[in-house]
């Protein structure tokens, strides 16, 4: 376990280094984008590190585990993950989405044997998963900078600090035995990952530049996400939606013709 908060801290500690470099060339000062140097130096490392591990690895697991069995995997998973949402939600004061969450974790843990059934979407509880991201951007901290982690992916200076509330309230993060911690965090980022194989084939067959390709979607997203999915216009949003529309109502009366 003191292993587990000395890794935390020193990931943190390393995000807080790189916020204070501020040696960017100028044609790199991207207001979302300050740190793209890095960013992108990251991003090579870790399709360099998905293509060399994590991609053989999810064809593997997909090959030796049947579609039933994968599907109970991501459902336990997904089960557990339900109890990080519904602290999320709570921390947010939605309360309906919090009960909802709780009897997601109550049905499926029991009825669905452990999460590895989904009874509880099928009896009408919604999943919203939240996290801890999410109820920093509802309470008003900015997102900050777009940020690449190495192994991790896309993030924010706002969610890099919610993934790491995240990992404390996980439930894995209580249990004392190191091996069944990292085995389940293993598990679960294959698992994840081989739900995603066909995803990021398409978008390297697709995007010109998937880095940047991948970066306004994740922003996107992620504004998306904070909102309820709706998120603010932005200024050029504002501008399109304040030219009003000409409709019966509005429009300009025809001059009157010469007769």
């Not at 590190?49 to 593997?60: C, T």
């Not at 089960?79 to 997601?104: E, H």
């Not at 081989?194 to 940047?212: H, K």
Request: aromatic residues 14%; proline residues 8%.
């Amino acid at each position: 376990m003191q292993k587990r908060w000395t890794l935390l801290f020193a990931a943190l500690a390393a995000l807080s280094l790189l916020a204070g470099c501020s040696s960017v060339p100028k044609e790199y000062r991207d207001p979302g984008d300050p740190w793209q140097p890095f960013n992108r130096a990251v991003y090579k490392f870790n399709t360099d590190f998905d293509n060399a591990f994590f991609k053989p690895a999810a064809r593997g697991y997909q090959f030796i585990a049947p579609e039933p069995v994968d599907r109970s995997i991501t459902n336990f998973f997904n089960n557990v993950a339900d109890v990080t949402s519904a602290v999320n939600n709570a921390l947010q004061f939605k309360l309906s989405r919090a009960g909802s969450d709780v009897g997601r974790v109550a049905v499926n843990s029991t009825v669905g044997i452990l999460g590895l059934f989904d009874v509880a979407t099928n009896i009408g509880l919604p999943s919203y998963k939240e996290d801890f991201g999410q109820t920093l951007g509802y309470w008003g901290f900015p997102h900050g900078p777009y940020v690449v982690l190495p192994i991790l992916g896309p993030s924010s200076v706002r969610g890099t600090f919610g993934w790491a509330g995240d990992i404390v309230v996980d439930p894995f993060f209580s249990l004392q035995e190191d091996e069944i911690y990292w085995g389940a965090v293993v598990l679960r980022a294959v698992d994840k990952r081989a739900d995603l194989l066909t995803t990021t084939e398409l978008l390297d067959e697709a995007a010109i530049d998937p880095y940047s390709f991948v970066r306004d979607a994740y922003l996107q997203r992620r504004e998306s996400l904070v909102h309820d999915g709706n998120p603010p216009l932005t200024d050029d949003e504002e501008f399109f939606w304040d030219d009003e529309p000409a409709t019966p109502e509005n429009e300009p009366e025809p001059a009157a013709s010469a007769e």
